[in-house]
C-alpha cells in the first residue's frame, strides 16, 4: 500500500511504492475503482491505455500510453493505490 506523491508534467502519477517491491514478479495496481496491469514500458500497453510500470526514478507509477493518467482517473496527491502480486 502507498500513495501518490507527484503527479509530472505528462499527467503520469508516481506513487511512493518502490520499484523494488514488483521487479521481476507479475503484478497490477488497484486506483481507484480501475485494476491496472504492471508492466515494463510505455510501449507494452496500446495508446491511450493504462499502464503501470517502475518509473526512471525508481517508483511505481501509473501512466497512460501517449496520455495522461491524472486526467483519466482524476486522481490527486494523497490517493492511496494498493499493489497487489500475483502469487
Do not use: C
Request: no cysteine; charged share 10%; proline share 2%.
Amino acid at each position: 500500500m502507498g500513495s501518490i506523491q507527484y503527479i509530472d508534467y505528462f499527467g503520469n502519477l508516481i506513487t511512493n511504492i518502490s520499484g523494488n517491491e514488483v521487479a521481476g514478479q507479475a503484478w497490477w495496481v488497484i486506483a481507484g475503482d480501475r485494476k491496472i496491469s504492471g508492466s515494463l514500458t510505455y510501449s507494452s500497453a496500446p495508446p491511450g491505455e493504462m499502464i503501470a510500470l517502475i518509473g526512471s526514478h525508481g517508483w511505481v507509477e501509473i501512466a497512460v500510453n501517449g496520455g495522461s493518467a491524472e486526467s483519466v482517473l482524476q486522481l490527486g496527491v494523497g490517493t492511496i493505490i494498493e499493489v497487489v502480486l500475483s502469487l
